[in-house]
């Protein structure tokens, strides 16, 4: 792409954000972190109290970029096929032969909304797990190829809540982040009251398509990050695990860390936050903005911390502080 082609892609990107921003009121910082999932790459996990937007906020992201959208309801009875597909026997009423035809479900669109994904137990949710990670579906021993792009958005109620089910380590690490949407401050909500019970009702144009999302995903790659801050990165996440780590919180709370795909995310996940804002160069506060995000799913703290109502956000803000650049 020609410098003029990389401007008046990046130029899309303000008018992306003000295009959601005509039916989500504030939620900037969980509005900016799903777009750096997205430029990034990856999916991302949204929780929160019921009545939050959640669902909105994705169904207005398929509306603004024109991406395929399918959204599936996670229930207690649905099952693999019902996400994945199934193979349906077909007669060619000519000649009389049969044959088996996989008929795609619902994962098959590049946008795709999970919805209140732990309420389904963990057999079902555990059909994402190869959706999530390589791009494709196998079934009967056929890999069956998703669209790229392809971005996965599950919404989750916070797990205190009754009829959820906690989902496995091995399906949140395939969530680059982990995003919480907390509840709106007073003039926001105002805001909200005021445009939803009303006549009028926002209309949100495409700004971005398929190609552009994916051309975008390639130039987060060419985002520089210097070697000290790459070394930080590498520091922060070994210092999440307690055998190795240096940080007390962690040799006192801490039962597992993040792996190196944690140390991937940031990487990522800070390039992308950089070139949201327009920068070619990632910077000591994109790694600090994300490392929440990135690793409060994959740190487990013991029974101790639960005992002392310490969480993993604890835990990062205190490695943050610990470990210097």
């Not at 929160?48 to 937007?53: E, K, T």
């Not at 590049?110 to 137990?121: C, G, H, M, Y």
């Not at 922060?236 to 140390?263: D, H, N």
């Not at 936050?273 to 994959?298: K, S, W, Y």
């Amino acid at each position: 792409m020609t410098e003029q082609d990389v401007n008046a892609l990046l130029a899309k990107l303000p008018v992306l954000k003000a295009e959601i921003g005509k039916v989500i009121v504030g939620q900037s910082a969980v509005l900016d972190e799903v777009l750096v999932a997205l430029l990034a790459g990856g999916h991302a996990l949204l929780e929160g109290v019921p009545g939050l937007a959640k669902t909105l906020l994705v169904r207005t992201l398929a509306q603004a970029t024109d991406l395929p959208f399918r959204r599936i309801q996670f229930t207690p009875d649905l099952m693999p096929t019902d996400i994945l597909g199934t193979e349906v026997l077909e007669e060619d009423h000519g000649t009389g032969h049969r044959s088996f035809k996989f008929n795609p479900g619902p994962i098959f669109a590049s946008l795709v909304l999970a919805d209140e994904i732990n309420r389904t137990p963990p057999k079902t949710q555990a059909a994402l797990l190869e959706a999530m990670q390589e791009g494709h579906v196998t079934y009967a021993g056929q890999e069956h190829a998703l669209p790229q792009p392809f971005f996965l958005l599950a919404t989750q109620n916070p797990i205190e809540q009754s009829g959820t089910y906690p989902l496995p380590e091995a399906q949140l690490d395939r969530f680059l982040l982990y995003v919480r949407i907390g509840y709106p401050s007073e003039q926001e909500e105002m805001a909200v009251l005021r445009g939803t019970t009303g006549t009028d009702r926002a209309q949100v144009r495409p700004v971005l398509g398929g190609a552009d999302i994916r051309q975008l995903q390639q130039l987060v790659r060419q985002v520089g990050l210097s070697p000290e801050l790459l070394g930080f990165v590498n520091r922060l996440v070994r210092a999440t695990r307690p055998g190795t780590s240096a940080v007390k919180f962690i040799q006192e709370y801490g039962r597992w860390g993040a792996g190196p795909r944690a140390g991937q995310a940031l990487v990522l996940c800070a390039k992308a936050r950089a070139l949201l804002q327009g920068r070619f160069a990632a910077t000591l506060e994109d790694i600090r903005a994300l490392a929440p995000p990135v690793l409060r799913h994959r740190i487990l703290l013991n029974f101790n911390a639960e005992a002392e109502n310490l969480t993993p956000d604890d835990a990062v803000a205190a490695l943050l502080q610990a470990v210097q650049v």
